[in-house]
């Protein structure tokens, strides 16, 4: 049994919740600015960045799919400007625009490349790749420990365990200005912080995340890892740091419940056959968010005023 | 009121120049489109003095604090404070935005928002010690809200908000206190307080500007005003500024005539 997990399930396991908690950090965050459809932004607009990167320098690597993601991202803008400028639409409307026609650009791309030779294809860009990157070099718990092993780890895991301790650490330098100019961005402003690189910078650290996490797991859990731990934690805290925290868990949660459930799960209800490990991690990070919006203690929103002094 | 006097009678100089000023602002002009919201206005805040800035609605008085502080890039313009320029200046400067302006339903405590305006001094990393409490708790005794140090912001009314953002300007222990419309919308409770604190913070020589829009009170809470409607309109001790005048001036027809006597008069 210790054999076989360590060396088909850990990983997938591990790098599932390395992502899962690496997009839900800022995450918090970009819920609180009303901003937390830009997880979802992100992971539709690199899809062509990702493919054109692979276009150009024919590998899939780290680097060059960082380039072309930021390469997509500031096209994105520019159209978003463009449309909502020159059509006279809406804000909501021309980023909703730009991201699925980007996303379709992408799949036609990646349809007319040849890369079949490598894991880029719109399945993988949806469910990414979880249950393939597996450690065939584990011998059992043992291999934890043996270097040799180790080193053939699938290197989705320590890149993102890298990324994750980026974000992490910005989390941390800059809780507090991150706290107040979420809470009150002029006060912020008369206080000398630089709201607009501040928020500039989040917005950086979701998208490493989200590339990262988009290349190991899909867009599919990016999206959901984004919105639903943070909205989740929301409802069970009054407390910014104590939601963080629950965000944490409930990703965790979501990726470790949803690989075992995607794998064993159909084979406690008779089926053969496992399901997508992200679309079933997905899936338990909303019925995360559905329990705590029925039970959670503090669902109720209290913004209207309580009795006059 | 045709004679012009050079000292008030609580001793507040009329003429300063902007060295010397708590906050002097040089013509200051902000744009949000095509018209100017404020345009090329002056303005000099004494030390020591307690000034309201009135005008009507849309007149740029929230807007002429913002450029000041640079929380509004301005087009052109430039606000010193203390003789300094207002970045060099930060530390000496409270500001209480507009309580309407942010999300009351934002996790966190009533300590915890009071606690923010010890952020400049506390550092990215700096640890938070039971000094830093006990100044936010004593904080929030001055303005009477000790017992809601536990609650969350979103359960509070109005008043009890805006009593919170005045403990947060407490906090920052600064010498030039800037408010935006700090009474709007609070109960008479509130109002009471608020204006007990900003008075007894001018008793210790603390300099104080509200945006204010109540124009029955300005005698009675300021003894200076700054009338605006996108540019200057009169600046200068309540009996020298505050007149039928200067306010028709200002809010144009919007003020029956009537009621400009009452007000500037019955003061």
């Keep these: 049994m210790g054999e076989e997990f360590v060396a088909i399930s850990l990983t997938p396991m591990l790098i599932g919740t390395l992502a899962a908690i690496a997009c839900a950090l800022p995450g918090n965050f970009l819920l609180l600015r009303r901003q937390a459809l830009i997880g979802d932004a992100i992971s539709h607009v690199v899809l062509p960045g990702i493919v054109v990167a692979f276009l150009i320098t024919g590998v899939v690597a780290a680097v060059p799919m960082m380039l072309g993601a930021a390469g997509a991202a500031v096209v994105a803008v520019v159209m978003i400007e463009a449309i909502r400028r020159l059509g006279k639409i809406e804000p909501g409307a021309a980023m909703g625009v730009t991201f699925t026609a980007m996303f379709a650009g992408g799949v036609l791309l990646l349809e007319q490349s040849d890369t079949s030779t490598v894991h880029l294809d719109v399945e993988h860009a949806l469910f990414g790749n979880l249950e393939s990157l597996i450690w065939l070099d584990a011998t059992g718990w043992a291999s934890l420990l043996d270097l040799e092993a180790l080193a053939y780890l699938p290197v989705e895991l320590p890149r993102l365990f890298g990324v994750l301790l980026v974000v992490a650490l910005f989390t941390w330098v800059f809780w507090r200005p991150l706290k107040l100019s979420t809470f009150d961005e002029g006060f912020a402003q008369s206080m000398g912080i630089r709201t607009g690189p501040l928020g500039f910078t989040l917005v950086i650290v979701a998208a490493l995340a989200a590339v990262a996490a988009f290349d190991a797991v899909g867009s599919i859990i990016v999206i959901a890892m984004f919105i639903c731990p943070p909205a989740a934690a929301r409802l069970m805290t009054n407390a910014l740091g104590a939601q963080v925290a629950w965000s944490v868990l409930f990703a965790t949660l979501s990726a470790v419940l949803g690989y075992v459930f995607a794998g064993y799960g159909p084979l406690w209800f008779g089926a053969d056959n496992a399901v997508s490990a992200a679309g079933m991690i997905a899936t338990v990070s909303g019925l995360i968010l559905c329990f705590a919006a029925v039970f959670g203690p503090h669902r109720a929103r209290s913004g209207a005023p309580a009795e006059a002094l | 009121m045709t004679q012009i006097e050079l000292a008030t009678s609580n001793g ?216 605006i409607n996108t540019t200057r309109i009169a600046e200068g001790t309540v009996e020298d500024a505050f007149t039928p005048q200067t306010l028709q001036e200002a809010y144009g027809g919007r003020l029956a005539t009537g009621q400009l006597g009452q007000t500037a008069l019955g003061a």
């Design chain 2, 12 to 227: 507040t100089r009329m003429a300063e120049t902007s060295d010397d000023a708590a906050l002097a602002i040089r013509g200051m002009t902000v744009s949000y489109g095509q018209k100017p919201a404020v345009f090329s206005v002056d303005m000099t805040v004494p030390v020591g003095s307690m000034t309201a800035i009135i005008g009507p609605n849309g007149a740029g008085k929230s807007t002429l604090l913002k450029a000041a502080l640079g929380v509004i890039k301005p087009l052109a313009g430039t606000a010193t404070v203390f003789g300094q320029p207002v970045a060099d200046a930060r530390a000496r400067i409270a500001y209480v935005p507009q309580r309407a302006s942010v999300d009351w339903d934002f996790p966190t405590r009533v300590i915890d928002v009071v606690l923010m305006g010890l952020y400049r001094e506390l550092g990215l990393l700096g640890r938070l010690r039971g000094a830093h409490k006990a100044k936010a708790m004593e904080c929030l005794e001055r303005v009477g809200m000790q017992d809601f140090a536990t609650r969350q912001i979103g359960q509070l009314s109005g008043g009890q908000q805006q009593r919170v953002f005045l403990a947060r300007a407490l906090a920052q222990d600064a010498d030039l206190y800037l408010l935006d419309e700090p009474f709007a919308g609070v109960d008479a409770a509130t109002e009471k307080a608020i204006i007990d604190v900003l008075q007894s913070l001018r008793a210790d020589g603390k300099t104080v500007v509200a945006v204010h829009h109540d124009l029955s009170t300005v005698p009675d809470y300021f003894d200076r005003v700054f009338l």
